[in-house]
């Protein structure tokens, strides 16, 4: 039995299970996924008949819950939350179907979600809400984005994915917090939203600095710095399609001023009214809107969040020059006059006979 579950573990993440493999060919595995040969332990072999078994069972299943929720969809007789049931039913059976295929384990491994399978969907929303989601709300918490931005009853637990990477770097996520260098985000960057849903609904993508200097009340603000509605996302589609959606505001790059301190950049995108098929009409929208306000009056619901940071260089200057069209602000201690420096920059003789 210890043999059989020793077998399986290997089969689970590819590995050979004969002791003679060439070193070289152990490290293809590392990038692509070579099934293990027959016959070469029988306490392997056994373990993926059973595997198989197990997976033709529930696929079967899956298939007669497909057929079910079908035959309701097209009868129209069954109730939203019984569509729902059966939907979820199917769900969790295409799950089990395949949950213990040793290449859907080795590729899930190796970051290759096909999003399009309940189990790869399925998979990624575990990895997610592990490790990367507790760090999300631990920096989010402690670098007071919540509650400065939002209500952190309002948010709960985020339901998908928000993952932003830069123009220059699409592959490259950033993680929640990074420090950037403005220059990097002169081009909007790219936005991926993991949705663990099946159905496509339309979301509402908000860019805010939380740390606009407000000078005559010594204290800082929000400003929106991009809003983008009727963005549609679903398992199949997690890239954001900008020219699907509506432009409300476009895009400003960060212009943390000189003087400042970091700027939190925020990014939250909600999901609109009645489940994601509210679609908004054009309408107005200030830079300096608060988002709570704006949310609420649109009916907003928070689904994915995360944030940057970033600090003035002197790559800000060109932004408040060539986007904004204005002089560079500088809010830094203006340096104390001395008596003791004379107009050429050099010290004053005090001494009388020298």
Same mark, same amino acid.
């Given at each position: ?36 040969? %027959? +016959? ?5 072999? =056994?373990?993926?008949? &059973? !595997? /198989?078994?197990?997976? @033709?069972? $529930?696929?079967? #299943? ?104 830069? %123009? +220059? ?5 950033? =993680?929640?917090?990074? &420090? !950037? /260098?403005?220059?990097? @985000?002169? $081009?909007?960057? #790219? ?104 949310? %609420? ?58």
């Amino acid at each position: 039995m210890n043999a059989a579950r020793h077998a399986l573990a290997l089969a689970r993440f590819g590995c050979k299970v004969a002791n003679s493999q060439p070193r070289a060919q152990l490290r293809r595995l590392q990038s692509t996924y070579v099934k293990p040969a %027959a +016959g070469v332990n029988p306490a392997y072999d =056994e373990a993926v008949k &059973i !595997i /198989d078994a197990y997976a @033709a069972k $529930k696929a079967a #299943e899956a298939k007669a819950a497909a057929a079910e929720l079908a035959q309701a969809q097209e009868a129209g007789s069954a109730s939203e939350e019984q569509v729902s049931a059966l939907k979820k039913k199917w769900f969790d059976l295409a799950v089990e179907a395949e949950i213990n295929d040793p290449e859907v384990l080795w590729s899930a491994k190796q970051g290759k979600y096909d999003l399009t399978r309940p189990v790869f969907l399925h998979l990624r929303e575990q990895a997610w809400r592990g490790r990367p989601l507790e760090i999300l709300m631990q920096r989010l918490l402690q670098m007071f984005v919540l509650p400065d931005l939002l209500d952190p009853r309002d948010v709960g637990t985020p339901s998908a994915q928000l993952n932003i990477a830069l %123009a +220059g770097s699409p592959q490259e996520v950033l =993680e929640p917090g990074s &420090i !950037i /260098d403005p220059s990097e @985000a002169r $081009k909007q960057p #790219e936005i991926e939203l993991v949705k663990f849903h099946e159905d496509s609904r339309l979301h509402t993508l908000v860019m805010v600095d939380l740390d606009e200097p407000l000078e005559a009340q010594q204290t800082f603000r929000e400003q929106f710095h991009w809003v983008v509605a009727n963005l549609p996302f679903s398992k199949g589609q997690s890239k954001a399609d900008m020219a699907a959606g509506l432009t409300l505001l476009p895009y400003v790059p960060p212009h943390p001023a000189k003087g400042t301190p970091n700027h939190r950049y925020a990014f939250v995108l909600f999901e609109q009214g009645e489940n994601g098929s509210n679609r908004l009409d054009g309408f107005e929208v200030s830079r300096d809107s608060v988002l709570r306000t704006f949310a %609420a009056q649109h009916d907003l619901r928070p689904a994915g969040i995360s944030f940057v940071r970033a600090c003035w260089n002197e790559s800000v200057d060109d932004v408040y020059r060539d986007v904004l069209q204005q002089a560079p602000p500088n809010y830094g201690i203006a340096p104390t006059p001395r008596s003791d420096i004379g107009p050429d920059g050099r010290k004053i003789n005090v001494y009388e006979n020298y």
